[in-house]
């Protein structure tokens, strides 16, 4: 199950998954504390990203949601 879960979150969310992004968070989390960084700025940055991620998912079905699993 952790598999397909991983697989599809690769597949769908491939920057979100990345090590990198997860740093360059840090990174900018950071930058908030110490002020460099406006957090509202931040946040509507990654959700605008994000919420085009969800929409164009290639994988979700056609009514949308989760795309079916199958066992071979």
């Avoid at 952790?2 to 968070?25: A, H, P, Q, W």
């Avoid at 940055?45 to 199958?70: R, W």
Wanted: with cysteine; proline share 1%.
């Amino acid at each position: 199950m952790g598999e397909i879960v991983t697989n599809r979150l690769v597949r769908s969310f491939c920057e979100l998954m990345d090590y990198k992004f997860t740093d360059n968070k840090k990174n900018l989390l950071d930058q908030i504390a110490s002020c460099k960084q406006e957090w509202k700025s931040v946040l509507d940055d990654f959700f605008i990203k994000f919420n085009k991620q969800l929409i164009t998912d290639k994988g979700a079905s056609i009514e949308g949601g989760m795309q079916p699993n199958f066992i071979w």
